[in-house]
Each structure stands twice: as structure tokens, then as C-alpha cells.
């Protein structure tokens, strides 16, 4: 029944509404999450409200513009986005102007303002892609021309990440890369032997990093050290059973108050699941699944291969990001530092996530 009421509605309206709800409760939410700690660390309960607040209708305007521009300018100009791409990720390693935190260099301070250089990045990365997979195209069941040639330029990207480090980041672009690679056609055998050797590369930079072995036994058994590479998720699953199906009440959450570290951030979800319950969280995945589904929808009857890659691209990174944020929550990956797009609080994230949104409206438009 549900979804032949969402095969009988437009997919840009159902994209658009998702989006907009899920925005306005990631906004409730920040505020429900973070006034306890705005209020010790800012003398303000509203700081991280307004903040969001700002970021959100900045955003919702890059996104409204995005959506009307020319699509034909990020296919013509798709080597400049890449070097774009490269010189953000670069800054955050000057030493005036990286800034610092939990051990990882992965920000710009420009005033109060914290930008994260990738959440742009990764989408000019996407650009890049979409446009090489769309000139290859001819040739992409060629191991070297189709697989080969397209992820040799992802190397400095991942390169500058990891020199953050950000391995979350870095796992992310690598799959959704693989997905817009695999959907544009390549041979299923080239995509195999690649991935392989990309899995034996990331279990090799997880052994020789200790900070990652530790996240990685905290995941297999988090309560060996429940003080302390344990004590995030395993306040994380209190939430859960605090929360079971009804939830305690917004704003009732007992975890906020200093108990759960992230909680208006990477671990929102899991706030949302003590205060809304089981019943609360599955209207955010149904949500989510809305917009997924609606994007899948857009790239389906897409015209031409460059916005097939791109939103293909967008919509893969977009639904990564959903589902490595939910199951670090609940205990299925280890931490990943990844937000939850559109609810977590943070500028860059969010006002970045509604760019590439606007881009899937604009890109469908050329169809027209």
C-alpha cells in the first residue's frame, strides 16, 4: 500500500518534504540533545539551537540556488572541481589554519566557525567522477580504462585524508565510489579483485594505527573497558533500552546530561531513540528511506550518463552515511565519527549535505 502511494507521488515533491522534516527534526533534536551542555559550557540552553538554526536556512538557500543552476557547468568544468576538492583538504594541514581535535587535524577555524573542508570535498571528488565515467564510458568493462583510470584520481583525496586522519571518510568515498563504477557498467570480476585488495589495505591500516585496534575491540566487546574506549556506545545502548518502544519524552533524556559523549552529534540517533523510542526512530528511518527512494526514483529516469553518475554518486554516499551512523549507534560498526545527515548538529555537514541535494533536483531537471 505504501509504496504505491509513493510510486503515485512526484518524486521531487516526496524528496523535497523528506528533506524539509527531517531538517526540522534534526533541528528539535539538536535542541533537546544540547541545551544541557550549552547551557554549562556557554551560559546559553540555545546556542547550539541558533547555530543550527543558521546553518539550516543558509543551507536550505545553497539548496534552492544549486537546484536552478546549469548542470552543464559542472560537466564542462569537472578537472577544476577536482583541483578545488584537493586545495580545501590541503589547507586543513597548514598549521594557522587546521584546527586540532580528538586527536585528528580534519577542520578550518575561520572566526567562531569550524568548517570541515571534506563535506565539500567529497562532492567535487563525486563531480570529477560522474564526468571521467561519462568520457569512459565506451570503454568501462576495460580493466585499465574503466576501473583503473577512475580510481587513480581518488588516491590524493584518500592520501590527504588519511593524513588527518579521517578513516571514516576515507571508507566512505572508497564505497560510493565502487557503487557509481559498478552501476556505470563495469565488468563485476575487475570491481572484485579491486575491492579485495582495497579490504586487505584498510585491515592494514586499522593494524598498524592502535587507536583503531582499540575502536575495533571496543566494538567486539565493549564492556572489557567500559571507563573507557567502551564507555560511548555502551551509554549508547543505555539509551536504547531507556528509550524502548514509546520513548521517555522529548526533552526527558537522562543520557544528555553528560552521561553520552556526541550526543547532539555522531550519536544523535541515539538520544532520538531514548526520548522517541523504537516507534520515534522508525519514522526517522521511514524518512530516510522517503528520501533514498525518491533520489533512487530521480536517478532512474535520468537522461543523460553525467547526472545518472552524479546523482547515483550522492545518493550512494547519502545512504552510507545514514547507515554507518545508525549502526554505530546500536553497535553493528565501530565509531566512525560520521554524522547523521541532516540531524546531527554541525554547519558543514549539513549546509553540504542540502548542496548535493539541490544538485539531484538541478540534475533532474535536464530530463526536461
Keep these: 500500500m505504501l509504496k504505491n502511494y509513493l510510486e503515485s507521488v512526484e518524486p521531487r515533491i516526496l524528496f523535497i518534504f523528506s528533506t524539509i ?45 544549486c537546484s536552478k543552476i546549469n548542470t552543464n557547468v559542472l560537466s564542462k568544468n569537472y578537472k577544476f572541481f577536482y583541483i578545488i576538492g584537493i586545495i580545501l583538504l590541503l589547507l586543513v594541514l597548514i598549521p594557522m589554519l587546521g584546527r586540532k581535535s580528538g586527536g585528528a587535524t580534519r577542520w578550518i577555524q575561520i572566526l567562531s566557525f569550524s568548517i570541515q573542508p571534506i563535506e565539500i570535498s567529497k562532492y567535487m571528488l563525486l563531480i570529477f567522477i560522474a564526468q571521467h565515467l561519462n568520457i569512459k564510458n565506451a570503454r568501462i568493462k576495460e580493466f585499465k580504462i574503466g576501473v583503473v583510470s577512475t580510481l587513480l584520481p581518488c588516491l590524493p583525496y584518500l592520501f590527504l585524508l588519511l593524513l588527518q586522519p579521517d578513516f571514516g571518510n576515507t571508507v566512505l568515498i572508497c564505497i560510493t565510489i565502487f557503487g557509481m563504477i559498478i552501476l556505470s557498467g563495469a565488468r563485476m ?10 579490504i586487505s589495505s584498510f585491515v592494514s591500516l586499522i593494524y598498524i594505527a592502535p587507536y583503531r585496534m582499540k575502536r575495533v575491540m571496543s566494538f567486539l566487546n565493549p564492556y572489557e573497558d567500559p571507563q573507557g574506549s567502551g564507555y560511548q556506545i555502551i551509554q549508547s545502548f543505555v539509551s536504547f533500552a531507556k528509550g524502548k518502544f514509546f520513548g521517555v519524552g522529548l526533552g526527558n533524556s537522562s543520557q544528555k546530561l553528560f552521561f553520552l559523549p556526541q550526543g547532539y552529534n555522531d550519536f544523535i540517533f541515539s538520544i532520538i531513540a531514548e526520548e522517541l523510542g523504537f516507534l520515534g526512530s522508525m519514522v526517522i528511518i521511514i524518512l530516510f528511506g522517503i528520501l533514498i527512494y525518491s533520489g533512487f526514483k530521480m536517478l532512474e529516469r535520468a537522461k543523460d550518463l553525467f547526472s545518472r553518475n552524479l546523482i547515483s554518486g ?32 554541525g554547519g558543514s555537514s549539513l549546509i553540504f549535505t542540502l548542496f548535493a541535494l539541490g544538485l539531484i533536483l538541478a540534475l533532474d531537471r535536464r530530463r526536461n
Excluded: C
Excluded at 540533545?33 to 554549562?40: P, V, W
Excluded at 570480476?189 to 582495497?198: A, G, M, T
Excluded at 550512494?316 to 548538529?345: A, D, E, H, R
Design 314 to 345: 550522492i545518493v550512494f554516499l547519502t545512504s552510507l552515511q545514514i547507515i554507518i551512523n545508525i549502526s554505530v549507534t546500536i553497535g553493528l560498526m565501530p565509531t566512525k565519527g560520521v554524522p547523521l545527515p541532516l540531524i546531527s548538529y
Design 21 to 65: 522534516i527531517l531538517a526540522i527534526i534534526g533541528l528539535v533534536m539538536v535542541f533537546s540533545s544540547s541545551s544541557i551542555i550549552a547551557m554549562e559550557n556557554h551560559a546559553d540552553s540555545f546556542f547550539y539551537l541558533k547555530r543550527q538554526s543558521l546553518f539550516l536556512v543558509i543551507g536550505l538557500f545553497i539548496m534552492l540556488i
Design 189 to 198: 570480476v575487475h570491481i572484485v579483485s579491486i575491492f579485495l585488495l582495497l
